[in-house]
């Protein structure tokens, strides 16, 4: 069942790397447009190539260079955060090398205009990172030192690092080819984060409590969740029956796993859900 599991969200990847690529390749790099990450300094490094060295219109080298630079990247993932994310971020950025190289950039653009290209092109590009993320990979580059970072500072926000790092990176856009360029290229990225925080709610944590009759609930979350639960024993006001009441935090992407757990041990229990309410001390941040 795990194994299915894991081909599942591989699966999921695969298609959130293909569609990244097809929002790059359609609509971002054929209105001269560069991505945030590791990917935009790809492209950047890509342009200067072209500039030296004939490079085909249709045909973006960014993927084989955005696989360069994630190497030293891969490292980190696999030493420091774990296995399973370094196996999904190697594929997400494997198979974007892959569609990056077969996926033809049109010589003329599918769309004329810069503005309405970013937002196209923002919506499919955060769309496929959004669920590439969301089935537990990266799409490389600095998600995973944001990551990294997170887990090892509890202060520290991926947006922060991200946020420096594209603004280096259009610094760069504004020096090296024209303002204009840059400008565009931060309202696509813009378009871009906006639709990935609309699909990936990265770090949400989650109070529930669940009113039960049943005595098994609180070991199925803490072996199958590996979250504590508190536990008291209460009764209904109104039917004045026994009952026990659980609560535990978990993040927002373990609601389904719980109420699976709860409707396969009480088809009545109960359950209320609080989003977004944050915790100290000992709880584990699961990015």
């Known amino acids: 069942m795990l194994y299915k599991e894991e081909i599942k969200k591989i699966v999921v990847i695969i298609i959130g790397a293909l569609i990244f690529c097809l929002g790059v390749n359609l609509f ?8 945030g990450g590791v ?6 490094i890509r342009t200067l190539i072209g500039n030296y060295i004939s490079i085909p219109n249709n045909f973006d ?5 955005n696989f360069l630079l994630n190497i030293p990247l891969l490292f980190i993932a696999y030493k420091s955060i774990s296995k399973k994310f370094f196996v999904r971020t190697v594929v997400s950025i494997v198979f974007q090398t892959v569609f990056f190289s077969i996926i033809a950039i049109p010589v003329v653009p599918i769309i004329d205009d810069r503005l309405t290209a970013c937002l196209i ?3 499919i590009t955060g769309t ?4 590439t993320l969301k089935a537990g990979g990266s799409g490389g580059g600095i998600d995973i030192l944001g990551v990294y970072f997170a887990k ?4 520290f926000s991926v947006g922060k690092l991200g946020m420096i790092i594209n603004a280096i990176i259009y610094g760069g856009c504004a020096v090296l080819f024209e303002l204009p360029t840059a400008i565009y290229s931060i309202i696509y990225t813009t378009f871009f984060g906006l639709i990935v925080d609309k699909i990936h709610y990265q770090n949400i944590n989650t109070t529930a ?3 039960t009759k049943e005595n098994d609930i609180d070991k199925r979350i803490m072996s199958e969740i590996g979250r504590g639960v508190t536990l008291w024993h209460g009764y209904g006001a109104y039917t004045g029956e026994d009952t026990l009441i659980l609560v535990t935090v978990i993040s927002k992407y373990e609601i389904g796993q719980l109420r699976k757990i709860v409707n396969e041990s009480d088809e009545k229990a109960f359950i209320i859900f609080n989003e977004g309410m944050n915790v100290v001390g000992n709880f584990e941040k699961r990015l």
């Open 209 to 211: 409590m669940i009113f």
């Open 152 to 155: 090892k500072y509890s202060e």
């Open 121 to 123: 092109g923002g919506i």
């Open 39 to 44: 990917v935009g300094i790809s492209q950047i």
């Open 28 to 35: 971002i790099v054929p209105v001269g447009l560069y991505n």
């Open 61 to 65: 080298i960014s993927g084989i260079i």
């Open 128 to 131: 496929g990172i959004g669920i």
